[in-house]
């Protein structure tokens, strides 16, 4: 009992200590400051404590008690040997505006780091405190200059950052990397910060130069790392490859880097380039997983740009791809992707069908099943044939509960009952995926959801909403100029109703995709100038953007809607890449 009561002494009286030290602290923040030394002393007579020092000594520098401030100084340097006290000293004297006084304890100051190397971290960091920034670098420099063994580069080059000095900030960086290689990815999330895709920026023509002439001079692979991490930030893909490559023939064990890379031109639709590197996989790899993984992605690429003429090719290699490598548990994901070619690109559901459910007769995992499941749901709902989805995306949802893959099919769930015109059971769905663990699953759901709230009780019959469906259905089923005409149907027969934009702003969605940019414009201008305060405004204006800056090459027209998104729609989840967007079309140097 007696231990007990001691413990909760004890703990109470940390408690009250840490509670007396944080109104300190807000006394000091708030400017109080003579109560904020009280508090300060208070607490250093009860613990005594080098931190409470030297908030006595900020403090009484606050109030101009500098005479006051330099006794205390004083007193502590007799009792401890920290040779920071002596900036501290010096500093107080830069108060009084005694800077010669002042300078003499500074160069003292440096001068003990001849005596001690050691002394070098604790007296630099002093000079930092006070922003005293050029005798901090001295002072790195002199330590390092003592005993070589020392590196603070990465100090100097914090520094450096904080002056605006970008290039010896990168010069001290690489310095610090070639002491320490695994300080790279550190260094990368630095130069994030100071790079972008402009690559005749200044701050990229620095880093670049500075990389080549330490490739050239010590050729270790960090630096082609370093080298292949920049051109990727430029979108220089060709120039990282080339680099990745030069890594590869140094250290052939893995191909994963290179499969990032082209995974990474893949999302940025270099389909050219991102078919070269599939091709060095295929060429270079001896892990099936990984040739299987290349010649899946460089399908799909083909099936991305294919004419129907040319689907009886693709549907061959594929067949071809089977005979090679089988089919088992090992080519499930190019099983899966060949009954979605069936399905959605030779509109051939049924033998898609056919093909998937003897995918399901091997040894596969749960989740494995799952998967295949999805997309024999997804083929399906393709064909309209509902209920039966459904029965699938259900049994994923009962054997993987609380998975990513179980909302998955909840999400197919609800967009399938909303295909069907049941908005009410899909709504009860949506409401519950809002909180889902997956952003992507939570943010479709919230869409979905508001899109049937705001239109499904507009009236009775709900035929404006069940239209607007069915040409979502049509757009899922790739009958893109079907769906167009249907919209079409829509804007004429229920112009001003609610669905009016979204209607628009699908029609423009699909314009894009059938590469009627000047039908896309068109839909997303009449968005912009005539649902200026409506939730798709934002959305209008950044895909309008994008279309001016990547398809029309009109750079001017881009950057005013960019614009218009940073300084109108401040809310908006394009607003930091409008601004990013905007930013590099006028030239900036991104930081």
Not at 44 to 61: A, F, G, P, R
Not at 218 to 244: G, H, V
Not at 264 to 273: L, P, S, Y
Not at 482 to 511: C, N, P, R, S, W
Request: hydrophobic fraction near 40%; charged fraction near 25%.
């Amino acid at each position: 009992m007696r231990r007990f009561l001691l413990l909760f002494t004890f703990c109470s009286y940390g408690i009250i200590f840490s509670q007396s030290e944080q109104l300190a602290d807000d006394y000091f923040s708030r400017g109080e400051f003579e109560k904020a030394l009280l508090s300060y002393q208070k607490l250093n007579e009860k613990k005594k404590n080098s931190k409470y020092v030297y908030k006595i000594i900020e403090t009484l520098q606050q109030l101009e008690r500098y005479n006051d401030a330099e006794a205390i100084i004083k007193q502590r340097m007799i009792e401890v040997n920290y040779p920071s006290l002596i900036v501290e000293l010096g500093f107080n004297y830069q108060l009084k505006d005694s800077m010669n006084i002042a300078k003499t304890y500074y160069q003292e100051a440096i001068l003990k780091v001849n005596e001690n190397p050691s002394y070098t971290y604790g007296i630099a960091n002093a000079f930092e405190d006070h922003s005293l920034l050029e005798l901090a670098l001295d002072t790195y420099k002199a330590g390092m200059q003592r005993n070589p063994d020392l590196n603070f580069n990465m100090q100097m080059a914090r520094i450096y950052g904080e002056q605006g000095n970008i290039e010896l900030l990168f010069s001290n960086y690489l310095d610090y990397i070639e002491s320490k290689p695994a300080f790279q990815s550190q260094a990368k999330r630095v130069f994030s910060d100071f790079v972008s895709e402009q690559k005749d920026s200044e701050n990229n023509t620095i880093l670049r130069t500075l990389l080549l002439k330490k490739l050239q001079s010590n050729p270790e692979p960090y630096w082609a790392d370093l080298l292949s991490w920049l051109y990727i930030q430029q979108k220089e893909y060709s120039k990282a490859f080339t680099q990745e490559k030069a890594l590869y023939r140094r250290n052939p064990e893995s191909l994963s880097r290179i499969l990032d890379l082209a995974l990474t031109t893949t999302k940025e639709k270099k389909f050219d380039i991102a078919n070269s590197i599939f091709e060095f996989i295929l060429d270079n790899s001896q892990d099936i997983d990984t040739k299987l993984t290349a010649h899946q992605y460089m399908l799909e690429l083909e099936i991305q740009n294919a004419e129907s003429s040319k689907l009886k090719d693709i549907d061959e290699k594929f067949q071809q791809l089977f005979e090679a490598y089988g089919l088992y548990e090992q080519t499930l994901a190019l099983q899966i992707a060949y009954g979605n070619f069936l399905a959605f690109h030779k509109q051939e559901p049924k033998l898609a069908s056919e093909f998937l459910k003897n995918s399901l007769k091997l040894k596969i995992s749960t989740f494995q099943e799952a998967t295949v499941k999805l997309k024999l749901g997804d083929i399906l709902v393709f064909q309209e044939r509902f209920n039966e989805a459904l029965i699938y995306y259900t049994q994923i949802q009962t054997n993987l509960k609380n998975s990513t893959i179980s909302q998955e099919a909840r999400f197919k769930v609800a967009k399938t009952s909303y295909y069907k015109g049941d908005f009410d059971w899909a709504e009860s769905q949506l409401k519950i995926l809002k909180a889902s663990t997956s952003q992507l699953i939570a943010n479709d759901a919230l869409e979905l959801k508001l899109l049937i709230s705001d239109n499904k009780d507009e009236d009775s019959l709900q035929t404006a909403l069940k239209l607007y469906a069915k040409a979502d259905l049509l757009s899922f089923q790739n009958k893109n100029e079907v769906a167009i005409v249907l919209l079409d149907k829509i804007l004429l027969e229920h112009k001003g109703e609610t669905i009016e934009d979204q209607a628009l702003f699908m029609q423009a969605k699909l314009y894009e995709k059938t590469k009627q940019i000047d039908k896309a414009v068109a839909s997303y201008s009449y968005i912009i100038d005539n649902y200026r305060d409506e939730i798709l405004a934002d959305d209008a204006l950044y895909y309008l953007a994008e279309l001016y800056e990547n398809e029309l090459d009109q750079p001017e027209k881009a950057k005013a809607l960019y614009e218009t998104i940073i300084f109108k729609h401040q809310d908006s989840i394009y607003f930091i890449e409008a601004r990013k967007r905007f930013r590099l079309l006028r030239g900036d140097a991104i930081n």
